[in-house]
């Protein structure tokens, strides 16, 4: 036990070794904020594929240039934070609500619900999920798996 937190202390001396700048952290900001971006843009022409809607690159280019500036702040400020226990601990209870929320929508709205709903909470759920450390990831994980096999599928 001495040992692990003798590890604990030179690894925290080793962070605060490294620090980093607001700068860094703005450059990881729009470097993960474009993929997520254009990961928004294909989850929308995903479901509009699914549902037999028209689209094209333009408006997929569209989706994602104005989701860019609408993640910037969510993702600088968790990137930022993210070693932090409560934000761990914030990041794990969104991705139960966000992933539980998508997972009823996909079953209980109609088209046009999941279609405005899904991939703006499929992008967020997939950013945190990224950005939790791996057992806070699995765990809010199983339980959204819990959820819609227990409380949203048909029981079969």
């Avoid at 470097?31 to 843009?41: D, K, M, N, S, Y």
């Avoid at 990137?79 to 969104?94: D, F, I, W």
């Amino acid at each position: 036990m001495q040992r692990a937190r003798e590890r604990e202390k030179e690894l925290q001396r080793q962070q605060q070794e490294q620090q980093i700048s607001t700068a860094q952290y703005v450059w990881q900001a729009i470097f993960l904020a474009i993929p997520f971006g254009f990961l928004l843009g294909a989850f929308d022409v995903t479901v509009k594929v699914q549902y037999d809607e028209p689209w094209d690159v333009a408006s997929l280019l569209l989706r994602s240039a104005k989701a860019i500036p609408a993640l910037l702040p969510v993702v600088y400020l968790s990137n930022r934070h993210k070693n932090k226990k409560l934000t761990q601990v914030a990041m794990a209870l969104g991705n139960v609500v966000v992933g539980s929320f998508l997972m009823y929508t996909l079953k209980h709205s109609p088209s046009l619900g999941q279609m405005l709903r899904a991939p703006g909470l499929a992008t967020i759920w997939v950013y945190f999920t990224v950005q939790l450390d791996l057992l806070p990831a699995v765990l809010s994980l199983a339980i959204v798996g819990i959820y819609w096999y227990f409380g949203l599928s048909d029981g079969r």
